[in-house]
Each structure stands twice: as structure tokens, then as C-alpha cells.
């Protein structure tokens, strides 16, 4: 019994950093702080009820004790944290994005020693099909509650199948770790301005073509019109991109960042 509440402790607070990291993808995605909270599910049998009519989604670790988080919400949920347009794929696509980049944010985590390090496997950029619901009694599970721009979601379901717990730190274990002394410093440094570059793309002209630059000249660069655009801090490309409009301005969701280690490495930059 002792092993089974252990196991179960270590799994929620998993699961109460995947929805910590949900918030700040979310921000990122939206420009505005949702409120979210979280509740261990103790009995899944209103979920298993309504599990056939939700839209699925996991992802799987990598390795010898690899394992899967599950999500599930109703269209009313996954919609509005897509943040997409009104097309249902488009919509579908984008609250996929979102949960992957979650997923990786807390992969990255584990660089505060919170778990042992993990990696995720390689997920297609879209999803073609939706799994079918899992077994829930397999799974520890959190209700999320989502409060995005006033407006209150229906609850979206989390869970983590058991195997997670061996991601707990035990004694003696070898992990790669962010020193403890960086931390206080880190805190320092949050409120320190970055300036953040969007990169559209390059171009190398001769000296003559650049003479002939006058209105209405046509300089054509190096990207495909499909293609990313890199985010860059200092010089340096921290993730990629595609251009999106945000309230009458330019934006860009983000689709590929580089670790969260890495970007902590940029504070020397500062």
C-alpha cells in the first residue's frame, strides 16, 4: 500500500508539472496567461463514459522504461486552445502542436533534477489519425481546468501510464543537472531584456545589384514560401516558425525550439 501512494505522489506531481508547462505553451502560443488548475482523478468512471466522444492524443518516450502521456478533450476544449482557424484539421494540427511543445518543455525539466532525464520519440509534424482511448485504469490521471481570456473550458483530461514512475531521482542516480547555484542567479537574471530577431530570410547580391535597389525593387531570398522562419536572440537561432497574424499584427507560432538548457546558455549573451 506504502509503494502504491509513493508511486501514485510521484505521478501526480508529473502530472502537475506537465500542466505548469501546458500554461506556459499556451502563453507562448497565445500572448495572454491562461489560468489553469488540477485535480487527481480518483474514480475514471465518468470519463470512461463519455471516452468514445473526446479527441485522443499521446506521445511516447524513448527507451527501455519508456511510457505515454494522454490527453483528451472535447472539441469545445481542443478548439479553443488551438488557436487556429476556423478549419477543424487546421485547429486539430495546431492543439497538437500545442501539447507537443508541452510535452518537450517537460522533457526539459528534467535539467532541474525534478526526474530523470527522458526523451521523447519523433513525432510526425501532422497527425493523420487519432488513437482510440486508453485503458484509464492503466493510467494516473489529473482533470485540468482551463480559464482562457475570461472564459472557462470544459475540463481536458491528462494522464500518465505507471511506468513514468520509474523517472523518479533514486539515490545514487546520475543525472544531468543545472547546479544549484544557478538558480539563484537565474532568478536575477528573468527580468533582463532579450532582443529577439525574426529572421525571413537571406539574400547575397553583387555591390551593383545593391546600387540598383530603388522603390519598388524585388529582392527574392532563400526561403520557400512554406518554409519556417527563424526566431534568433543574440545571432543565435533559439526555435522556427511560421508567420501568423495576431490581433492586426505579425506574429509566429512557434513549431521547433531548441532545448531549455540550451536557452538558459543564452544568459551569458546578456
Excluded at 499556451?26 to 489553469?36: D, F, Y
Excluded at 465518468?46 to 505515454?68: M, P, V
Excluded at 500545442?98 to 530523470?116: M, P, R, S, T, V
Excluded at 522556427?240 to 544568459?267: P, T
Aim: aromatic residues 6%.
Amino acid at each position: 500500500m506504502a509503494s502504491e501512494q509513493h508511486t501514485h505522489s510521484f505521478l501526480e506531481r508529473f502530472l502537475a508539472r506537465w500542466t505548469e508547462e501546458l500554461r506556459g505553451a499556451l502563453e507562448a502560443q497565445s500572448g495572454q496567461r491562461p489560468e489553469i488548475a488540477h485535480a487527481s482523478v480518483e474514480s475514471a468512471e465518468r470519463w470512461k463514459q463519455r471516452a468514445n466522444g473526446l479527441l485522443w492524443w499521446k506521445q511516447e518516450s524513448e527507451g527501455k522504461d519508456s511510457f505515454a502521456i494522454w490527453v483528451a478533450a472535447e472539441e469545445l476544449c481542443w478548439s479553443a486552445l488551438s488557436g487556429a482557424s476556423e478549419d477543424s484539421d487546421g485547429s486539430k494540427q495546431a492543439y497538437f502542436e500545442l501539447l507537443k511543445q508541452a510535452n518537450l518543455n517537460l522533457a526539459d525539466a528534467a535539467a532541474e533534477g525534478l526526474f530523470k532525464p527522458f526523451r521523447w520519440r519523433e513525432a510526425p509534424r501532422e497527425q493523420t489519425a487519432e488513437p482510440a482511448a486508453p485503458a484509464l485504469d492503466t493510467l494516473e490521471l489529473v482533470e485540468v481546468q482551463i480559464s482562457l481570456a475570461g472564459k472557462s473550458l470544459p475540463a481536458l483530461l491528462a494522464g500518465v501510464e505507471r511506468k513514468a514512475q520509474a523517472l523518479e531521482p533514486g539515490a545514487g542516480s546520475e543525472l544531468s543537472t543545472i547546479p544549484a547555484s544557478v538558480s539563484p542567479m537565474l532568478s536575477r537574471l528573468m527580468d533582463l531584456q532579450l532582443p529577439v530577431t525574426v529572421l525571413l530570410g537571406r539574400a547575397v547580391l553583387p555591390i551593383r545589384d545593391v546600387l540598383k535597389i530603388s522603390l519598388g525593387s524585388l529582392i527574392e531570398l532563400d526561403r520557400q514560401i512554406n518554409d519556417y522562419v527563424e526566431v534568433m536572440v543574440h545571432g543565435t537561432v533559439v526555435a522556427r516558425g511560421e508567420i501568423v497574424s495576431v490581433r492586426g499584427n505579425y506574429g509566429v507560432r512557434i513549431k521547433e525550439i531548441i532545448s531549455r538548457q540550451d536557452r538558459i546558455a543564452l544568459r551569458h549573451a546578456a
